[in-house]
């Protein structure tokens, strides 16, 4: 079983906060090397990339005023850092990304692109992100006898956030021709598994788990298997 490593600081900062801030910048860098390599120009994979990280920031606040019932100071209230959900996050940031590929008026070719070479950078930079969950331990699951489980000073319980740290490195280490789809499908069935885990299940959870799986299910179908390169070779003309 995994010891208890509790870490809630570092030189007076919360080491949540810095998980956050340093998994997107990891998530930027490698986002530009993955346009780059297609071919698309830096000030639209930058552009891209805002429309992400923003809609993604202000997303997750969002969802943390919701499920707190608007029992928040107005300094929590404006402070997006105060708290953050992950699920509505990583929608918004997709909805903020699709709407900038609407305005460029890109195609279903291209589009994929875009998305799988967001879908590569992806998983380093989310390992980066849930090292803060697991030093902080604000992802606690029921208690456990599994040997993945984290020996809580109560009791050993499942950790959330080590499953989905370990689901990232999978991806990190195992190349994929469609990463946007296996994003997708993979991230919806650990969502939907990982509901059963915790302490506190809200429905709406759930939901947007059962929500990712569809989407990966629909953008398995919707593209079909296109090789890798050449899909922004009209931007260099």
Request: hydrophobic content about 55%; charged content about 15%; some cysteine.
């Amino acid at each position: 079983m995994i010891p208890y490593w509790h870490w809630p600081e570092a030189w007076g900062v919360p080491v949540h906060l810095l998980a956050v801030v340093g998994g997107l910048v990891v998530a930027y860098v490698l986002f530009v090397k993955e346009t780059a390599r297609a071919g698309f120009p830096r000030a639209r994979a930058d552009e891209f990339a805002c429309w992400v990280i923003v809609g993604g920031l202000l997303g997750a606040h969002a969802g943390y005023l919701a499920l707190n019932g608007g029992a928040v100071s107005w300094v929590r209230w404006l402070n997006p850092a105060a708290g953050a959900v992950t699920m509505p996050g990583l929608l918004a940031g997709w909805l903020g990304a699709e709407w900038r590929l609407w305005k460029w008026g890109s195609g279903g070719r291209e589009r994929l692109s875009w998305w799988d070479a967001g879908a590569r950078a992806f998983p380093v930079a989310w390992m980066v992100v849930r090292l803060g969950c697991i030093f902080s331990h604000d992802e606690a699951g029921v208690f456990t006898g599994f040997w993945l489980g984290v020996r809580y000073p109560e009791g050993t319980r499942h950790d959330l956030a080590v499953y989905e740290w370990l689901w990232a490195a999978v991806l990190a280490v195992w190349p994929s021709e469609r990463p946007m789809a296996r994003l997708l499908l993979s991230y919806g069935v650990l969502r939907v598994g990982l509901h059963w885990l915790r302490v506190e299940r809200h429905p709406a959870d759930l939901v947007l788990g059962v929500l990712v799986l569809l989407a990966g299910a629909w953008w398995q179908l919707r593209f079909p298997l296109f090789p890798w390169g050449g899909v922004g070779k009209r931007w260099r003309s």
